[in-house]
């Protein structure tokens, strides 16, 4: 395992029979004892009918397992010994952590592993614990990000996953047909959560010994119904759900521009990070780049690059601007600035001294990282044991050791106008459109959706040298990029 010169700590990773991987984690200064458990299970594997199924289970795990069968008995015991609890709920994974005094990790990790072998889905439980879900659900009805993931949500195309509605509700969740929910929540459970598609990582002072016989005691016994190897086969976008523009009225007073391109799932060159290249150009905020040339004109206030949603197939590529007032007005013309930065990536030998140049931030972040709190590392780790292979947990979010021209060559063939999600958060006129066939208690939106077929037309015509007088009126391409070069060097 690939470990910072900085790193004190001691790992060990092992499978247990069942298929469990286990990374467990010495830290002789760890204040605290933590362990953080994930499995490949998420609200894209909610049954249609039920949306909100998988974070529901999430909630309800942690009410009474067999041996410890008295709701809220798992938080108390935690609480009394210096600790907390949490869990969450992605799209393809589900995660449960806590952290506790080391004296009392043994015991604590003995409660834990009874939710994945255990739980009991404690019947008096079950509508708290959807009134909290609901609670969760309204929270979120004002909150900007939320409203935005929403829109994401409902205007990729319907037939993936990430199109459902993730929270669930009182509607979502209900009983029906006379029967209580519990029986669903008992046969997802049964039929998803597998020993095989979960990892655990547990931190604490405790030796690698007696951390390695607690955890194959206690976590042997979880039922492997072999289900490792899921993939999603439906397309993430199709060309009905690119070339589009999205204008999402926010709650607040936010002007932000975001264009997004839908490229295919990276997850496997997660060694050599070749976006990344990408994302270092774009969001270069030094003389000569993208942003001073945009802040410059007044239209933004803040530029940044490479983020987007990702999932086990597709990945997208962002480049989102905070816009100024002026901006908003501007649109069009910053949308051409990104395309004619673009171009003076791809059109150009790609540089291998640039690659390094982010590796060495990358490696430099590595080397000297501050310790972590346990159950961050935990949670951490946790997930890097989802993604990377087991030699590369701990470096892999750090790692580009791949170097490929032809690789960048290929994703950059998905930086087109065609390959455009232009979203546009602000206030202002906005005409209600909503999507038909929505028949999801979604959040409460109003967002346009035009086809930017106008603007296609004009950005393949023009973006090459024609724009360039839109932004850079006083240098030419050629000297712009040997300018940058330089700057970058
Ligand atoms: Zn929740």
């Known amino acids: 395992m690939h470990l910072s010169p900085n790193d004190s700590n001691e790992y060990k990773y092992l499978t247990l029979d069942n298929g469990l991987r286990v990374l467990i984690v010495h830290d002789s200064n760890a ?90 889905f404690n019947e008096e439980s079950l509508d708290k614990e959807r009134q909290a879900v609901e609670s969760e659900y309204k929270l979120k009805l004002n909150d900007d990000s939320r409203r935005l993931y929403q829109v994401l949500k409902e205007t990729i195309n319907l037939e993936h996953p990430f199109s459902k509605f993730s929270v669930g509700n009182l509607e979502t969740l209900g009983d029906r047909n006379g029967q209580t929910i519990r029986n669903e929540i008992l046969g997802f459970y049964q039929t998803k959560y597998s020993a095989d598609l979960m990892t655990l990582t547990v931190v604490s002072s405790h030796s690698i010994e007696e951390m390695t016989k607690a955890v194959t005691d206690k976590f042997s016994s979880v039922l492997n119904q072999s289900l490792q190897g899921k993939s999603i086969t439906v397309p993430y976008t199709t060309q009905d759900h690119t070339g589009i523009k999205i204008h999402v009225e926010p709650v607040k007073d936010i002007r932000k521009l975001t264009l997004a391109f839908p490229l295919p799932n990276v997850n496997d060159y997660y060694k050599g990070k070749p976006l990344s290249y990408f994302a270092h150009l774009l969001g270069y905020e030094g003389p ?15 530029l940044s690059a490479g983020g987007g949603t990702s999932g086990s197939n597709y990945r997208e590529f ?56 346990s159950l961050d590392l935990a949670s951490h780790l946790v997930m890097n044991m989802q993604h990377y292979l087991p030699e590369d ?12 021209p032809s690789l960048l060559e290929e994703l950059s063939g998905y930086f087109t106008p065609e390959n455009l999600r232009m979203v546009l958060i602000a206030k202002g006129e906005i005409t209600t459109n909503r999507r038909n066939g929505i028949i999801l208690p979604t959040l409460f939106l109003t967002f ?11 950005l393949s015509s023009s973006f090459l040298f024609q724009s360039v007088t839109l932004i850079y009126a006083t240098t030419s391409i050629q000297s712009l990029f040997s300018n940058l070069s330089i700057r970058l060097k």
């Not at 000569?288 to 803040?302: T, Y």
């Not at 003076?344 to 972590?372: G, M």
């Open 288 to 302: 000569g780049s993208l942003m001073i040339a945009l802040k410059q004109k007044g239209w933004i206030n803040s």
């Open 31 to 120: 204040q605290k004892s933590a362990a953080a458990l994930a499995v490949n299970v998420g609200h894209f594997d909610d049954p249609i009918e039920r949306e909100g199924l998988a974070h529901y289970l999430e909630h309800m795990l942690f009410l009474g397992t067999e041996k410890y069968p008295k709701v809220g008995e798992f938080q108390s015991y935690i609480s009394q010994h210096g600790g907390s609890n949490n869990a969450w709920t992605g799209t393809e994974h589900t995660c449960f952590f806590f952290d506790v005094s080391p004296n009392a990790f043994f015991k604590s990790l003995d409660r834990f592993s009874q939710f994945f072998t255990a739980p009991l």
């Open 448 to 458: 346009l959706q035009n086809r930017l077929n106008d603007l296609i037309k004009k």
């Open 393 to 404: 947990v701990v470096y892999g979010d750090y790692m580009m050791q791949d170097f490929n």
């Open 318 to 373: 962002s480049i989102s601007c905070a816009l100024t007032l002026e901006g908003i007005e501007h649109i069009d013309e910053i949308t051409q600035a990104v395309f004619h930065y673009i171009h003076l990536i791809s059109s150009n030998e790609y540089d291998e001294w640039r690659y390094n140049e982010k590796q060495a931030v990358l490696e430099s972040a590595f080397r000297f990282q501050e310790p972590t709190r």
